[in-house]
């Protein structure tokens, strides 16, 4: 797998101005120039960056920096905020997300997202994963059971709730509520998988399952996740963004983030002076 | 898959649609009972009606001078009784929030806020009218003092319960006992949100009939003896509605009206008082 | 900030406001206490045959309080039927459907249905919606005046009218409540549902699926309220003891007999049967009242129990 690299981005460090027309032919997702407004105020600055497919890029940042902003804008999950608008592109295979014409439907069924706290329905785990399926129109109960299963067992949680499909989602921990939500996130088929802090809100042992569940993800999906905790970042990723105060400041390879950053703001980050 | 989605929009935007039908829906009712109230009420509007005491079907000049007299003495009553009991009882509710006592007497006022107002006046014909064999305004005031109570009760807990703790903090540490701090600082800081549930609670019990009609009863003539059965506007509108005189349905519109109107201006004064009270208080 | 040891004027502080509040807990007891007092004669003259006769006849001394049951039960229900989509319509319009601004008008316009009293709704029914259902009555196609649900002469009184008025009276109430549930469905709910492709219209049944309980809650509170109804109903429905299934039927509601002909209760025995049906009103009431505020107490708890986290919270200006 070929990681590409912005053509620019070599020559100097990223800077927010830059208006680089050509989108790499491998990333899944291309951003450029993305401003994103909260009614009058600005929150998003000149965001330019290319997200490889099949690769896990992390996005870290001090709170309140717009990263969470920035991930829910690829699958325009912000528009149910009102006053609350985007303006430049965001490209997913190509198409711009933000063009008039955008099925916004059909955009987050190929995007799936996990949140901060997850948040199953309060029916059973079966009724769960199978919610995407069935609003997409599937009836057919063979096919059903087949692709709840088929979820279940990607998301690492089939062996633990196989003997209660049908018991109540709120009844499984914290950690395997997660697992659950990525299950229905993944039963609908996505290309990209969206996660905003997946495990922030749990013990370490489900925050390292998960970890380990994003590794056997990315052989399939293309993941963009969002951590305060660099370690994880650091343990997960292929590629990092740090973003600060709504800007991109330096995005490339995990290992040159961490251990040889160009900005030193980002240093300063990344060895914990702040944030 | 994009038919499906394009059917499953068509199928939100529909439903979306009859939700704002509906209240457009309930909008019909409301409109078309101001519009008739206002057309058939206010017409009917005349000195005589504020004046006069109702006369013999096929007078002219009848009014409901005495109904309108009988109501404000049996809102009066109502409040004499309702609003000491009700705010000493939300005081109890919101110095022992959690004492089981409380919670029972919580849940009996949520009982009563649900009892149908006709029930309620069968309980005071037994306790007031039938002892004396005699309808009274009192017995009214009784009737409509009890529809009042959990009003009184819950919106006075609430907002005892909204006064910040360091005001009773500062009173206890000046060295006051519990009864001086709460009723010379607790409850005069929530008094504007106790006023208007009071308010509240007389622009409900105005607009009752039914448990007036074999309490308060009626009464034709001027009255304001409390001992007696005295004249309300809902009773008389209902009298007067049920006949087969017009003249009586014009008056019954008037009455509406004027029922009408003393309910928005118990409503709004009480919006009026919280805002003016909570000015003075909070500087 | 409490005293280890209550001080005599805190014992006497608690007393003192514990009789007034203990007021209220007697009230509701004196309300079944008295009423079943005052139906003694009734209970024991005629026992559980009072509830199954279907004639009332209190000149020759016949007390059957069935037609009664039927009316109330009867027509709160239709008011139920009428109202719900209503009211749940609102509650959804008004807390997820309308523009900012139109929802504290919108709110106030709602509640402004509950402040109209009893009798007004009633002057309104009598001279207005009465002559409105006649003429519906009138139109209706022979086809249909054959089968039980329409048979009848096009009096305009009657059960239609009684249940679209209650159904109006009602509104306000169930709409208000499933209103404040909707409010409180977390909005992580409603996120999961639209980030996995779900229309709008896809993400409201999410949030009612999750306030299901509240909500049936919030729809029996107004089912009580239509039980109760006394002045609207009676002016509209005929006072007529009789159980049809008819819509163009009068009949009568146990409300409304109570208001009807309580000053007309000649003798004891007739007054007792009177207030045996009040009595039986304060415990159906009773009932759906607790249920329904069983099922919404219930409801909030599981609320407060899983505090929303919405991402919103990012938002920081540049």
Redesign the interface.
């Known amino acids: 797998m070929t990681i590409t690299m912005d053509p620019l981005r070599s020559e100097r460090p990223a800077r927010p101005q830059e208006k680089a027309m050509t989108t790499s032919t491998a990333s899944k997702i291309s951003v450029r120039d993305f401003n994103f407004y909260y009614g009058p105020s600005k929150v998003l600055h000149g965001i330019t960056l290319d997200v490889p497919a099949q690769q896990v890029t992390a996005l870290i940042g001090p709170s309140g920096c717009g990263k969470s902003t920035f991930i829910r804008s690829i699958n325009r999950m912000n528009d149910i905020i009102p006053d609350a608008h985007g303006e430049g592109l965001i490209e997913i295979d190509g198409k711009n997300v933000y063009a008039p014409d955008t099925d916004t439907v059909e955009l987050r069924r190929s995007v799936g997202m996990v949140f901060q706290k997850s948040n199953p329905f309060p029916k059973s785990i079966f009724d769960n994963i199978a919610y995407g399926l069935r609003i997409g129109g599937m009836r057919n109960k063979r096919e059903l059971n087949e692709l709840v299963e088929k979820s279940l067992v990607r998301a690492a949680l089939w062996d633990e709730v196989k003997d209660r499909l049908h018991g109540p989602a709120m009844a499984l921990s914290g950690g395997q509520q997660q697992r659950l939500c990525i299950a229905r996130a993944l039963a609908v088929n996505p290309e990209i998988l969206l996660m905003d802090e997946p495990a922030s809100a749990l013990d370490p042992i489900a925050t390292t399952k998960i970890e380990e569940l994003i590794y056997e993800l990315k052989d399939r999906y293309t993941i963009v996740i969002v951590t305060h905790n660099m370690q994880q970042a650091a343990r997960v990723s292929d590629r990092t963004a740090f973003f600060m105060l709504g800007k991109l400041v330096e995005y490339g390879e995990t290992r040159d983030i961490f251990m040889n950053p160009k900005e030193k703001i980002t240093e300063d980050y990344v060895t914990g002076r702040f944030g | 898959?994009?038919s499906?989605?394009r059917r499953?929009?068509i199928?939100?935007r529909i439903?979306?649609t009859?939700?704002?039908?509906?209240?457009l829906?309930?909008?019909v009712?409301?409109v078309?009972?101001f519009f008739?109230?206002i057309k058939?009420g206010f017409g009917s509007l005349n000195l005589a009606f504020f004046t006069n005491t109702p006369k013999p079907v096929g007078e002219v000049g009848g009014g409901m001078a005495n109904a309108i007299v009988g109501t404000l003495i049996l809102i009066g009553l109502a409040a004499l009784f309702a609003v000491?009991?009700g705010v000493?009882?939300g005081?109890?509710?919101s110095?022992?929030p959690d004492s089981r006592?409380?919670a029972?007497?919580r849940f009996?006022?949520?009982?009563?806020n649900?009892?149908?107002?006709?029930?309620?006046g069968?309980?005071a014909?037994?306790?007031v009218v039938?002892p004396v064999k005699r309808f009274s305004a009192i017995a009214g005031g009784v009737a409509l003092g009890?529809l009042m109570?959990?009003i009184v009760?819950r919106s006075t807990e609430e907002l005892l319960r909204l006064v910040p703790?360091g005001l009773?903090?500062g009173a206890?540490a000046l060295g006051a006992?519990?009864?001086r701090a709460?009723f010379t600082v607790i409850i005069p800081a929530a008094l504007p949100g106790i006023l208007t549930g009071i308010l509240v609670a007389l622009?409900?019990v105005?607009?009752?009939?039914?448990p007036l009609?074999?309490t308060s009863?009626n009464n034709q003539f001027w009255s304001t003896n409390i001992a007696q059965p005295i004249a309300s506007l809902?009773v008389q509108?209902?009298t007067y509605?049920?006949s087969p005189y017009d003249d009586w349905?014009r008056q019954?519109?008037a009455g509406?009206f004027l029922?009408?109107m003393i309910?928005?201006t118990l409503?709004i004064v009480a919006r009026l008082a919280v805002r003016r009270l909570e000015r003075m208080n909070r500087p | 900030m409490s005293n280890a040891r209550p001080s005599a004027d805190d014992r006497k502080f608690r007393i003192g406001t514990g009789i007034f509040a203990a007021v209220v807990l007697l009230i509701v007891i004196g309300i079944g206490v008295e009423l079943t007092r005052q139906s003694l004669l009734s209970i024991q003259k005629f026992g559980m045959s009072f509830w199954k006769g279907t004639t009332w006849d209190p000149v020759a001394g016949e007390f059957g309080a069935l037609p009664f049951i039927w009316g109330t039960l009867y027509s709160g229900l239709l008011a139920l039927l009428l109202s719900t989509p209503i009211a749940l319509g609102i509650a959804i319009y008004v807390s997820e459907l309308s523009p900012r601004l139109l929802r504290q008008p919108l709110t106030y316009l709602t509640e402004l249905l509950a402040a109209i009293p009893s009798i007004v709704y009633g002057l309104w029914g009598v001279f207005v919606l009465v002559p409105i259902v006649r003429k519906i009555e009138l139109w209706t196609p022979d086809v249909l005046r054959k089968t039980p649900l329409f048979k009848g002469p096009p009096l305009g009184v009657g059960m239609l009218a009684a249940a679209l008025i209650l159904a109006v009276m009602v509104i306000p109430f169930s709409s208000s409540v499933a209103r404040e549930i909707l409010k409180n469905v977390p909005a992580a709910q409603r996120e999961a549902a639209y980030a996995l492709g779900a229309t709008r219209w896809e993400a409201i049944k999410v949030a009612m699926g999750y306030g299901k309980t509240g909500i049936i809650g919030a729809v029996m509170l107004g089912f009580g309220r239509a039980l109760g109804e006394t002045m609207a109903v009676t002016m509209v429905i005929g006072n007529s003891p009789q159980v049809s299934a008819s819509l163009f039927a009068p009949q009568y509601t146990m409300a409304a007999v109570i208001a009807n002909e309580f000053t007309e209760a000649a003798d004891e025995l007739y007054l007792h049967a009177l207030i045996e049906i009040g009595l039986l009103l304060f415990v159906i009431t009773i009932i759906v009242n607790i249920v329904s505020r069983l099922l919404i107490w219930s409801m909030k708890k599981r609320v407060v129990r899983r505090v929303p986290v919405a991402p919103v919270a990012e938002a920081q200006p540049a």
């Open positions: 898959m994009t499906n989605a499953r929009k199928i939100s439903a979306e009859c939700c704002a039908l509906a209240v829906i309930a909008l009712p409301l078309m009972i008739y109230v058939e000491p009991v000493i009882c005081v109890h509710l110095e022992y006592f409380s029972i007497v009996a006022a949520d009982v009563l649900g009892v149908p107002s006709i029930v309620v069968i309980f014909y037994g306790l039938l009890f109570l959990p009760v703790s009773r903090e206890l006992t519990r009864s709460v622009a409900r105005a607009g009752e009939t039914a009609l074999f009863f809902t509108v209902f509605a049920i349905h019954a519109w509406a029922l009408v309910i928005l409503s």
